[in-house]
């Protein structure tokens, strides 16, 4: 069983790289990371020698990239190849309809969990544009499922907290100078500490996006600064503040004792690692805030409340209806791939 994947993104080429390996372990031929664009291959010979071809790219390039692979299908007089598709993250709202809608002419959807197939029907309904068949494969661009962290002596976990700014989270350019300050002070009341602001990753032309677009500035507003550009431009009082790097964020996490973020799309890279999370709620549930998919995870608190950063080496564990919602009991993902393709071939 042969099966090509196609990413156009950093973001989508890590977690095709998983699923990659995951389908290698379960007996199945995999191409990816090719040097061709997503254009090229829709109407190239490569994908003809496939069984089937997972398509992870930006949401809005998949209905031309199925018009012109099923075209260059009839146009070689071959069988139409199936086509599987589907978000990067446990998306879910107005994110994961807006990912969703470009790419129900597929002919299978991968969704990570029961949410996303409840939110799919309803999806279906209120459009009227039938849904392909959905396939429930769990988070399955991560290297591992979450596991509980381990039991671990407040000496034994270090004293590392890794901050997952996004650049235009908060909203207002106050709030995001106020948070910085609020890790200033709180690097000078722990200096046994080492506090990393780990820099958002700048999105391509074809990131994924992970809330709703919100409305343009106006053109003469200028840019907000993000927090480590901020950091960058000011004489902080606190030594132990640093900037991690921002072409190693998994290197990064695998170093840290605590994890904070809003709602950075590393949060789920620091779940599977088993790094404790807080997810701050100091900004209350707002949907621009991905505050639908973040809400009832047992994992938010306020980071303003927090006087010395020893109260972080006990936070909580996710909820695990949360974690199950989301799709993260599911560990046979590949398998459940790797069924559907043959049942497909069969037919």
Request: net charge negative; hydrophobic share 40%; proline share 11%.
């Amino acid at each position: 069983m042969r099966i090509l994947l196609i990413s156009d993104s950093p973001a989508s080429r890590t977690c095709t790289a998983v699923l990659a390996s995951a389908l290698e372990a379960e007996g199945i031929e995999v191409f990816d990371d090719l040097n061709l664009s997503a254009e090229m291959l829709s109407s190239s010979d490569l994908p003809m020698g496939m069984d089937a071809v997972g398509l992870f790219i930006h949401a809005q390039q998949v209905p031309a990239f199925l018009h012109r692979f099923r075209q260059a299908c009839r146009l070689r007089e071959r069988s139409p190849i199936p086509v599987f598709t589907g978000p990067l993250l446990p998306l879910v709202g107005d994110a994961l309809v807006a990912d969703l809608l470009p790419r129900l002419g597929a002919d299978l959807l991968c969704l990570h969990g029961p949410r996303q197939v409840e939110e799919l029907g309803d999806l279906a309904r209120t459009c009227g544009t039938p849904a392909p068949p959905a396939l429930l494969v769990g988070p399955w661009g991560l290297a591992a499922p979450w596991r509980p962290v381990p039991e671990l002596q407040p000496s034994a976990r270090p004293r590392r907290l890794l901050f997952l700014e996004q650049a235009d989270l908060p909203p207002a350019p106050g709030a995001r100078l106020r948070l910085l300050e609020v890790l200033e002070r709180l690097c000078v009341s722990s200096p046994g500490w080492e506090v990393v602001i780990q820099p958002a990753q700048a999105p391509g032309p074809a990131a994924e996006p992970t809330r709703p677009q919100q409305p343009e500035r106006e053109p003469a507003t200028v840019p907000a600064e993000s927090l480590t550009q901020m950091l960058l431009g000011r004489t902080s009082t606190a030594p132990n503040l640093q900037q991690g790097d921002g072409d190693a964020p998994l290197l990064e996490l695998a170093r840290a004792g605590v994890c904070a973020t809003i709602s950075s799309p590393l949060l789920w890279h620091a779940l599977a690692q088993g790094v404790p999370l807080l997810l701050l709620g100091d900004y209350g549930i707002r949907t621009d805030m991905d505050g639908a998919l973040l809400f009832g995870s047992g994992l938010m608190g306020r980071l303003t409340s927090c006087e010395h950063l020893d109260e972080l080496l006990d936070l909580p564990q996710p909820n695990p209806g949360w974690l199950r919602e989301s799709g993260w009991e599911i560990g046979d993902g590949a398998r459940r791939l790797r069924n559907w393709v043959g049942e497909h071939r069969r037919r």
